[in-house]
């Protein structure tokens, strides 16, 4: 009779901890999207897209993940142009705090807002053509 209540402990020993391990497996799932990290396109976004790409980012709720929807733009509804030469633009660099835009075309380089508007012609080298900017890092 003791072997029979031995075996039905260590049995019962093990459907628990069969249980309990059970209960304690789940889903790697990084970014709480409800997907699976081995099957989700964006494992770092959290999404809700089913389209194409599981889990991306999908604000619209198409199911389309935002990334591949169509971006329509209507240029001609712009008010001015930022920029505008009689030659092309070579060189073009944001400031780093990002309010300044410098651009170089022929032998100038004119110094703009981040809203368009014209500040000074910083340089003009009659004989060089500008080929590249870069503010300091220091602005």
Same mark, same amino acid.
Do not use: H
């Given at each position: 009779?003791?072997?029979?209540?031995?075996?039905?402990?260590?049995?019962?020993?093990?459907?628990? %901890?069969?249980?309990?391990?059970a209960?304690?497996?789940?889903a790697l799932?990084?970014?709480n999207?409800?997907?699976?990290?081995?099957?989700?396109?964006?494992?770092?976004?959290?999404?809700?897209?089913?389209?194409?790409?599981?889990?991306?980012?999908?604000?619209?709720?198409?199911?389309?993940p935002?990334? %591949?929807?169509?971006q329509?733009?209507?240029?001609?509804?712009?008010?001015?142009?930022?920029y505008?030469?009689?030659?092309?633009?070579? +060189?073009v660099?944001?400031?780093?705090d990002?309010?300044y835009?410098?651009?170089?075309?022929?032998s100038?380089?004119?110094?703009? %807002?981040?809203?368009?508007?014209?500040?000074a012609?910083?340089?003009?080298?009659?004989?060089?053509?500008?080929?590249?900017? +870069?503010?300091?890092?220091?602005?």
């Amino acid at each position: 009779m003791g072997g029979i209540r031995k075996s039905v402990f260590i049995a019962s020993i093990l459907l628990i %901890t069969t249980i309990f391990n059970a209960a304690m497996v789940t889903a790697l799932d990084g970014d709480n999207d409800g997907i699976d990290d081995a099957v989700d396109d964006c494992p770092f976004a959290w999404g809700n897209s089913t389209i194409g790409y599981s889990g991306c980012p999908d604000g619209d709720g198409n199911g389309d993940p935002d990334f %591949t929807n169509t971006q329509l733009s209507d240029w001609d509804d712009s008010m001015r142009a930022l920029y505008s030469s009689d030659g092309s633009s070579r +060189a073009v660099s944001w400031a780093p705090d990002s309010i300044y835009l410098a651009v170089g075309g022929g032998s100038d380089v004119i110094l703009y %807002t981040a809203n368009g508007l014209t500040i000074a012609t910083l340089f003009s080298f009659p004989d060089e053509y500008i080929r590249s900017l +870069a503010f300091s890092p220091d602005g």
